[in-house]
């Protein structure tokens, strides 16, 4: 008769101490690996921004093809003033609908938009603005991965204003001197201040490629959406300065890309937030410049089409001759 022999194992666990020396090393290991993580992801959200600014150049010379001039930064009537934000018309934004695949989107208020275009043109039409019903929607297109105000949106001149990123070039001087495609002021004696879609009138590609070149010069500007509904800076339908449009950027207390002085955008009912690189004045509309959540950086769609990121540190002229149509001046590479 055999004898069962039944042998037991003891377990043995982790000591406390080993337990604490592998959970610091998985914290170690995570916080190595958490960088490199935000990195790729702000790497991917950062192309993925300039494949929009790429579309949406895209669509200006779609629309240029179609009308013969790239579109209007927005359209105003007659009598009315660029600050009356109940009775601006639409914007390049809401004109460019169709070329980005959202054709349906523009015939729900195409007739609207034709009024009020017509009116401008002092060819009947009149001052239309059922196109404001369009407002409240988010294209995908205009919102940049990074911005984090996306869901926001904006409660002024009627409310629900969808937020998004990217903003006409009406020029670094007074959007007004600018209009229908004009020279605009000479500032600091900087030269010409012209925009490149204008009040009521984009300019040509011939225009522009035989003034400054269409390669050198910004025509859609990345902007960056407010926290608060009160502040209506970054509304992609919303044509007014730092909102859908820049203007007034390269002088005076706006002083480049991403500046972090105070009151540098001109919005009504803005915050100023320059601790956030968002400084802003409240007293009216009327200046707003380029501005991203890019480290570093604001990406630009040139008026050829192609994308380029601007850094941060570039000089105020630098900043006024890029995003100046007919400055003459030629500026170094940044």
């Not at 949406?56 to 003033?81: E, S």
């Not at 910004?218 to 300065?241: C, E, K, L, Q, Y």
């Not at 390269?250 to 690189?277: F, H, I």
């Not at 900043?319 to 500026?331: A, P, Q, R």
Request: charged share 15%; hydrophobic share 35%; proline share 4%.
């Amino acid at each position: 008769m055999s004898l069962l022999r039944v042998r037991f194992h003891r377990w043995v666990g982790f000591t406390l101490i080993e337990l604490l020396v592998v959970i610091a090393i998985i914290a170690i290991l995570i916080g190595l690996l958490l960088p490199a993580v935000q990195k790729v992801r702000e790497a991917a959200a950062r192309m993925q921004c300039s494949n929009n600014l790429k579309q949406l150049g895209l669509a200006c010379h779609g629309y240029h093809d179609a009308n013969g001039r790239l579109p209007a930064a927005v359209l105003v009537g007659p009598g009315i003033g660029g600050t009356d934000e109940n009775n601006i018309g639409p914007n390049w934004a809401v004109l460019i609908l169709p070329y980005i695949e959202q054709d349906n989107l523009y015939r729900q208020q195409s007739t609207s938009i034709q009024n009020y275009l017509q009116w401008v043109k002092g060819s009947g039409g009149g001052n239309d603005q059922g196109w404001r019903n369009l407002r409240g929607n988010i294209v995908k297109t205009y919102v940049c991965p990074s911005e984090a105000n996306a869901t926001n949106p904006g409660n002024r001149a009627g409310g629900n204003w969808a937020r998004g990123n990217y903003a006409g070039n009406e020029g670094p001087g007074d959007p007004w001197a600018s209009r229908d495609g004009m020279a605009g002021g000479n500032y600091n004696g900087w030269g010409g201040s012209g925009g490149v879609l204008c009040i009521n009138s984009g300019v040509t590609l011939t225009q522009l490629t035989n003034q400054d070149g269409s390669s050198s010069t910004i025509m859609i500007n990345h902007v960056r959406a407010a926290p608060d509904a009160s502040d209506m800076r970054g509304t992609w339908a919303f044509g007014m300065p730092a909102c859908s449009t820049t203007a007034n950027h390269g002088v005076g207390d706006s002083y480049g890309p991403n500046d972090t002085g105070c009151c540098s955008d001109d919005v009504a009912g803005c915050t100023d937030l320059p601790q956030k690189a968002m400084g802003c004045w409240s007293g009216g509309y009327g200046q707003g410049t380029g501005r991203s959540a890019h480290t570093g950086v604001v990406i630009a769609t040139m008026g050829d089409g192609s994308v380029r990121n601007f850094r941060n540190n570039i000089s105020q002229q630098i900043w006024y001759w890029i995003n100046s149509s007919n400055d003459g001046n030629i500026w170094p590479d940044q």
